[in-house]
């Protein structure tokens, strides 16, 4: 039997998965990517040695990344996906009837095109007329935009390595600049159970430019940590509250999901003031 | 480096961890018993290859297991503990002063004494004079009482081998009869992500006994699958309501986490129509 161990050095646990067959292995401009098929997740996209995607389970993380903040805006028209070169995000904004246009920054065209190839259910969205794609750094991109922008997702890897620059206060700060007045955001922010001081900074960095911050959590079973956090920020609306029905497909993303994913706020303060323990 | 591979033929993902000492390896007439040191985790119980607890993460579990039915319970003066021969359970039982009698029934008594040596953190309540320990099969305890049990509360190993006897109706009838008109039952019922058919199973096997069988969750990171199922059941009340005043001390748990762990309805009626889509 083939296994594939995960190469996660922020992990205290490491994973392994037992590989069917190795469809793909190549080194981009940025990273290795490889696809293999696993005989319960399927296809499994895997960059730099850690489980970005399975085909079973993808929807978990792509709903929750996307739903949560396209429901608190009343109109998102306008929506960059930063990352997320699989389409898994882009797939799930389009289920929105008032979206308009997408741009979809992805710095690594590899990443595209492997999806493209073995994840069609994942990349499908990828080809809709609504959809720009550039193959550049979402830091970039959004600095030059100028306050047209309704929702911005960044669905990175983890925080390091060249997903580093997603995550700074001068990021946030472009990001504000580049949305509406009623603007939001989200992105990931690493897991409640290994990473807590990671969610605690990307929460104070977003808070230093955002009126609102909040954090919501989905339980993730390929991401190591797998309680896994979003932060959202907002320049105006509180992110809990629905602005628009829920009647769009979904398999665990929903109305009720929405009122239950938040972290409640005694708790919410307790980790603020580093006082969760463990 | 020393590692340990889980053996959980159960799950699609294998979890490995470190090993900086190996302090206790034995086989008892029901399993094998390891304790190692991990750097992250610091000491884990391995039963049968499957871990059990880590000194770390321990609370999440034994918390979830035990305050949700602890609270909405009116006034739990007599508990049963099934299993959990570590002393987990027993401890967070105990928090509660209503509590008079705890009969603790763990069928291995060697895992009772390797908890005792290497965990006495978790192991702590055992030697409370409220506290009874039998080393005998639950199942045959709860036969032979009548009627004066406040909860009963299991906290096996996963539902193969001999904890099989825990998750039958013939057992979930013995539970029932067992207790007063109030009485309350909690047990672990698995992952939602892995094994969504024993937790439905496992659900309407409860039904067939008890008048109000509910469900909750907690994301536990070192038991595969994550998404951890806790199935409750009670004779006359509702399980999402607290009934006492949430005033113990806990890292995880608490009155907002009592609210929000239960799967909503319309999710939960997905669930048992077996319209989850994963």
Redesign the interface.
Known sequence: MI?F?EKDPYA???????VSKILHSAKSDFQEIIVVE????GKMLILDGVVQLTE??E??YHEMLVHVVMHAHPNPKKVVVIGGGDGGAVREVLKHDSVEKVYFIEIDEEVINASKKFFPSVACGMNDSRVEIKCMDGAEFVKDRDGDIDIVIVDSTDIIGFAKSLFTVEFFKSVKDCMTDEGMFVSLSE?L??HKDIVIEVQEEMKLIFPVVDLY?A????Y????WTFSAASKKHDLREMRRPYKIDT??Y?D??H??CFM????YDKLMKRK???
Request: some cysteine.
């Open positions: 296994k161990f205290p646990i490491q994973y392994s998965y037992e696993n005989p319960h997740f079973r389970d929807f978990f897991s159970h290994f959590t339980c993730l079973t390929t190591a940590g797998n309680w398999k665990v929903s009720e999901i009122q239950q409640p706020p005694k708790m969760l323990d463990w």
